[in-house]
C-alpha cells in the first residue's frame, strides 16, 4: 500500500543542492506560465519536480495529435481536452498539495494585469502564432520590477534564453518592438536575436522555419530534445531567480545551447543576424 503523500518526503533528494531556506522560497513563490505547448507544458512539470507547488497557468487551446512529438501532456488519451486542465491533474499527480490558478482564455489585454499580480515569476511559452503577445506579457512584468523569463525557446536542436527583469531594458526596447506591430514583425525580430547564425543556420536549410506571411503558414520543426533542454534551462533560471543562488541572466545577454554542434554562447549580448 503506498504510504500517504508528503512533500518533505517526495523532494528529499532536492536538499544538498537546495538548503532548507531554498525550499521556503521555493515553496512559497507562484510561478506564472503563459502556453501549455511543447515550452510550457514541460517547464511546469519540471518545476513542479523541482518542488514548486504554486502556479498559474494560461492556455485556451486543447491536445490535438500533433502535439504528441513534443508537449509534456499530449497524449491519446488527452486529445481534445483543454490543456489547462491535463496540466493541472498531471502536476496533481506528482504534488496533490499543488495550488493551481487557471487562466482558460489564455493571457490578453484583459488578462495579462491580473496574470502578472498574482504571480512572483513569469514565464512566456505562449505560441508563436501569437508572438503579438510577447511584448505585452513581459512588458507587464518589467513594469511591476519582476523578472520574467524570455523562452528557453527551441531552435533547431537547440535552445536560447534570456530574462527580462529590473535592470534590463524592457522586452520591447531589447527587441525593437514599435507599437502596433503585429505577429509577424514581432516574430521575425525575435527570431533575429535570438537565433545567431553560428548555431542552426550551421545545418538547417534557408527554407526550414521560415517565417511566412500569413503567418499560419509557418511550420516550425522542433523536437522533444530541444524541449527537454528548454525546460531544463527555465527552470534552474526560475530555481535561481526564486532561490537568489546567482544573479540572473538578463538581457542584453543571450544563453544559447546547441546539441548538434556542442555549442554553448552567453556572454555579453549575443550575435544575431542583420535584418
Not at 504528441?68 to 481534445?80: E, I
Request: aromatic residues 8%; negative net charge.
Amino acid at each position: 500500500m503506498a504510504s500517504a503523500f508528503t512533500y518533505e518526503e517526495a523532494f528529499d533528494r532536492n536538499l544538498g543542492l537546495l538548503d532548507a531556506e531554498d525550499v521556503a522560497r521555493v515553496r512559497s513563490a507562484r510561478i506564472g506560465i503563459a502556453g501549455l505547448g511543447g515550452c510550457g507544458s514541460n517547464h511546469l512539470l519540471t518545476l513542479a519536480r523541482m518542488g514548486f507547488e504554486r502556479f498559474a497557468i494560461a492556455d485556451p487551446d486543447t491536445f490535438e495529435q500533433a502535439n504528441l512529438n513534443r508537449q509534456a501532456g499530449a497524449t491519446v488519451s488527452a486529445l481534445g481536452q483543454p490543456k489547462v486542465d491535463v496540466m493541472t491533474r498531471m502536476v496533481k499527480d506528482i504534488n496533490p498539495a499543488a495550488d493551481i490558478t487557471l487562466f482558460r482564455r489564455g493571457i490578453d489585454g484583459n488578462s495579462v494585469k491580473d496574470f502578472a499580480d498574482s504571480t512572483d515569476v513569469g514565464i512566456n511559452a505562449i505560441d508563436f502564432f501569437r508572438a503579438d503577445l510577447y511584448p505585452l506579457f513581459h512588458d507587464t512584468y518589467h513594469l511591476q520590477g519582476k523578472h520574467s523569463v524570455v523562452g528557453a525557446s527551441p531552435f533547431g536542436f537547440g535552445a536560447a534564453m534570456t530574462v527580462i527583469g529590473p535592470g534590463s531594458p524592457s522586452f520591447s526596447e531589447f527587441f525593437g518592438i514599435t507599437e502596433g506591430e503585429g505577429a509577424d514583425e514581432v516574430l521575425l525580430k525575435f527570431v533575429d536575436r535570438m537565433t545567431p547564425e553560428k548555431f542552426t543556420r550551421h545545418y538547417l536549410e534557408p527554407q526550414v522555419n521560415a517565417i511566412r506571411s500569413p503567418l499560419r503558414d509557418t511550420r516550425i520543426s522542433s523536437s522533444a530534445a530541444a524541449l527537454q533542454l528548454c525546460a531544463a534551462m527555465t527552470a534552474a533560471e526560475v530555481l535561481f531567480i526564486v532561490t537568489g543562488r546567482r544573479k540572473p541572466s538578463l538581457a542584453p545577454r543571450i544563453l544559447q545551447v546547441d546539441l548538434l554542434l556542442q555549442s554553448l554562447s552567453g556572454a555579453g549580448e549575443a550575435e544575431h543576424r542583420p535584418s
